[in-house]
């Protein structure tokens, strides 16, 4: 492919999508929505592929000193196919599942995925912020999907708001890195000054972590699990969530070169790892597991970047998508056929429809971390990284690893469980308490799922040799490989707490039922401040300033009556006086006018009226008369003058 068609792809890869669901959102052509959602996703994986093959650049002017530009390298060209490809297998199972409002969902899918492929493909802090914007609003309406039920807008809005508080530390990055001169190109932010590095760090970390769930931020993802489940199949596996620990691989150079950054999100991605693990094992939701697990297993990720095994934790990221994806959807198809996701009314779900129990049960083995599936060897290429850096951090990924079984163990007991005839009626009647199930699981919604359990099976690869060695070099690391020693006891622990849960049913432990009180501590720390604090703000506005208002505006009544009481007692008696006067003026020179000016000029116009006359008189058109005229005048003219001698 030549340049100018890889360029050409990598524009479209971004627009395509973002064109098409803008178009599906605002027209809603219900009856064309499906087909046309499926041939673009289609053709945006196709497109994704090209350009993972190609690693094209592109950029077109921003803003001063910076371009929005876009590329393909090593990182991007691993997770770019994966977001496609999952956004495409998740939108076929979805033509099965949403009968409703298919324009708007689909529309909605696909923005939300372009967001995912900008994010993916940036390579500049403008259009890292433009996709995260996209991301977060397309997640807010999709997890309020069905808007006429409170709850699920009410934890779309919880789930929009944490992230958008730490979204904030994004901007206080990208205001860092203005003002440490490193510029805005994601690959030149540790050349920024010493003292906002520091700053840009803190600002990616905290916005990372909120985006990837990890503490203390984990609990909006509970609050997610409201949405349709294709939603939460696509949020939880290749997009939003995937994109938090995706940003911190990215940024990986950043972290190491303060020498603070990197230890702590290896540590708190370590520790999201053992508590949301022990909060996945307390849940009696399906989906609520899933949701935990999903920050616990972005916690190897995180711990990952935070070490500087940016391969394994691409590896870990891409395997992790295809396993989760996968187990979301198995629980969403559940979920319509029998109208329940609670474990309980769960039992025997593998049994009644076969197709989709082997496929969950392969994401299932994949998520507990059992050989040769895909989870278990980039889990082990994060932890042999931990081994060599730290003893105590290996401990607690290994613990977390652990946890990761046994949840996977209790999910794969509950659905394959038999059901004794007793039991029955108690399993019964969580049957349809959620929705009315349809008892029936079609082909749109079964196919999916074998082609994510493949993934399940296979992505592990990517953290083996050769292909580990490949991915590592090409990221510019060293090969690490984890000893066999090691991934033989992690299997083996995998196995080992497999047949315990088998034997014995796992703890469920009560302190992380509630997502350790997460979201009780943030409304008693921030809202509850915040609260009182506008309540305060709201009584000082009351007592002070609204008085204060008041009190000016009754002074200002107050001179207002005065002026008016002038007004009428003196502006308005003199105006009256004046025009009183004028009046009286006014007739005294009417009168004037009536008799002297009038009277003048009738008198004088009778006189001129009477002259008229008598010079008519001698007119009487005879010559003779004329000359006799003539002669009297001259006469009287000569007597005169003879007078006067």
Do not use: C, N
């Not at 009183?580 to 009226?609: C, N, P, Q, S, Y």
């Amino acid at each position: 492919m030549s340049d100018g068609s890889a360029q050409t792809a990598l524009w479209l890869l971004v627009l395509v999508p973002a064109l098409v669901g803008a178009f599906l959102v605002v027209a809603r052509p219900e009856r064309v929505a499906v087909p046309v959602s499926l041939l673009t996703a289609a053709l945006t994986a196709a497109l994704a592929l090209l350009v993972a093959i190609s690693g094209p650049q592109v950029s077109v002017p921003f803003m001063a000193g910076t371009d929005l530009a876009l590329g393909v390298d090593a990182l991007s060209a691993l997770v770019v196919p994966t977001v496609a490809v999952v956004t495409l297998l998740v939108l076929v199972f979805s033509a099965g599942e949403i009968g409703r409002s298919r324009g708007r969902f689909h529309g909605l899918m696909l923005l939300f995925a372009s967001g995912a492929l900008l994010t993916a493909t940036a390579q500049t802090l403008p259009g890292l912020l433009l996709a995260w914007e996209v991301m977060g609003a397309t997640s807010f309406a999709l997890i309020g999907f069905w808007w006429h039920e409170q709850h699920r807008v009410s934890a779309g809005t919880t789930a929009f708001l944490v992230t958008r508080a730490a979204d904030v530390g994004l901007y206080l990055a990208a205001g860092a890195a203005l003002a440490g001169g490193g510029g805005l190109v994601l690959a030149d932010l540790p050349a920024a000054s010493e003292g906002w590095r520091h700053v840009l760090a803190a600002g990616v970390l905290v916005a990372a972590l909120g985006k990837a769930a990890q503490l203390p931020f984990s609990f909006w993802l509970s609050r997610a699990m409201e949405g349709p489940s294709p939603v939460s199949a696509l949020l939880h596996s290749a997009a939003m969530v995937a994109m938090g620990g995706y940003l911190l691989l990215r940024t990986e150079p950043l972290l190491a070169a303060t020498g603070w950054a990197g230890p702590a999100a290896a540590w708190v991605g370590a520790t999201t790892a053992l508590l949301l693990g022990a909060v996945a094992l307390a849940q009696q939701d399906l989906k609520q597991v899933l949701a935990a697990s999903t920050a616990a297993q972005l916690g190897f990720v995180v711990m990952g970047a935070g070490l500087g095994a940016v391969g394994g934790g691409a590896a870990h990221l891409v395997a992790h998508a295809s396993t989760k994806a996968l187990l979301f959807l198995a629980a969403g198809a559940w979920l319509s056929a029998l109208g329940t996701k609670q474990l309980a009314g769960l039992r025997g779900a593998a049994r009644r429809w076969s197709l989709v129990g082997v496929a969950s049960t392969v994401g299932a083995l994949s998520l507990a971390g059992v050989a040769p599936l895909a989870l278990w060897a980039t889990k082990d290429a994060v932890l042999a990284v931990a081994l060599a850096r730290s003893p105590w951090l290996y401990a607690v990924g290994l613990a977390a690893a652990a946890l990761s079984a046994a949840y996977s163990g209790r999910i794969l007991l509950t659905v394959w469980a038999r059901v004794p005839a007793a039991d029955r009626a108690r399993v019964a009647q969580h049957l349809d308490e959620e929705q009315e199930g349809t008892r029936h699981v079609g082909r749109l919604e079964t196919l999916p799922l074998l082609a994510l359990a493949l993934g399940a099976l296979t992505l592990g690869l990517l953290a083996l040799p050769p292909m580990g060695d490949v991915l590592a070099r090409a990221l510019g690391e060293q090969p690490v490989h984890p000893g066999l020693a090691e991934m033989g006891a992690s299997a083996a622990l995998a196995l080992a707490v497999l047949a315990l849960v088998r034997w014995r049913p796992a703890p469920r432990p009560g302190w992380a039922r509630h997502w350790l009180g997460l979201e009780t501590a943030v409304r008693a720390v921030v809202v509850g401040p915040t609260l009182a604090l506008a309540r305060a703000l709201a009584s000082f506005d009351d007592r002070v300033l609204d008085r204060a208002v008041g009190a000016a505006a009754a002074g200002a009544v107050g001179v207002a009556r005065r002026a008016a009481t002038f007004d009428d007692r003196v502006l308005d008696g003199a105006v009256g006086s004046g025009s009183r006067a004028t009046t009286r003026l006014a007739r005294v020179a009417a009168r004037a006018d009536e008799r002297g000016v009038d009277g003048a000029v009738e008198g004088f116009a009778a006189r001129v009226r009477r002259l008229a006359q008598v010079a008519r008189g001698p007119q009487s058109g005879q010559l003779h008369h004329y000359y006799v005229q003539a002669v009297a005048v001259l006469a009287v003219g000569v007597l005169l003058l003879l007078s006067v001698r």
